[in-house]
């Protein structure tokens, strides 16, 4: 049976070290700004870890292989994916999903509370139950359950 929160897409509290944040669910723009994050994390990166004493030459083609790996990059591909997993990964994801509740709230101070594997399993776990992809998961082992104890009914008699 479907909530009225699920209905109505409502905020859904989660609990982050001593702070409870409203998370809601994504939205297309949010997606798209996820993907912009995930290449500029890259890049990033890429960046960071290039000699300070590089050549202008050796700088371009470090950009340039940067930019290579982020076209067709998403946060649903197999590379965004292992990336998004990561605890900055979590705290863009979950940022976007309360930064219209929280305005104050900034990645970097999620990504701090993340650190504890209690918030970071808070926010996954709520992440799912708001897209759907729990819902489907709690709705499947319901029917299971509803069924064995049906199964269990017929052998009895």
């Not at 371009?60 to 998004?84: K, N, Q, Y």
């Not at 997993?85 to 929280?102: D, F, L, R, Y």
């Not at 709230?105 to 990504?111: K, N, R």
Request: overall charge positive.
């Amino acid at each position: 049976m479907t909530t009225a929160q699920e209905a109505t897409a409502a905020p859904y509290e989660i609990r982050l070290g001593n702070r409870t944040f409203r998370m809601s669910p994504l939205t297309g723009a949010d997606i798209a700004e996820l993907d912009n994050w995930l290449c500029a994390y890259v890049i990033r990166g890429v960046m960071q870890g290039i000699p300070e004493n590089a050549s202008e030459a050796d700088r371009r083609m470090m950009m340039d292989v940067a930019i290579s790996r982020t076209i067709g990059l998403t946060w649903f591909s197999g590379e965004g994916a292992r990336l998004m997993s990561t605890v900055p990964g979590w705290a863009q994801i979950t940022w976007q999903g309360v930064k219209t509740n929280h305005p104050d709230v900034t990645p970097d101070m999620l990504c701090d509370l993340l650190f504890d594997p209690s918030s970071l399993r808070e926010a996954q776990a709520a992440f799912e139950i708001i897209n759907c992809c729990g819902r489907a998961k709690k709705n499947e082992t319901q029917n299971k359950t509803h069924r064995a104890g049906r199964n269990k009914k017929k052998r009895k008699k």
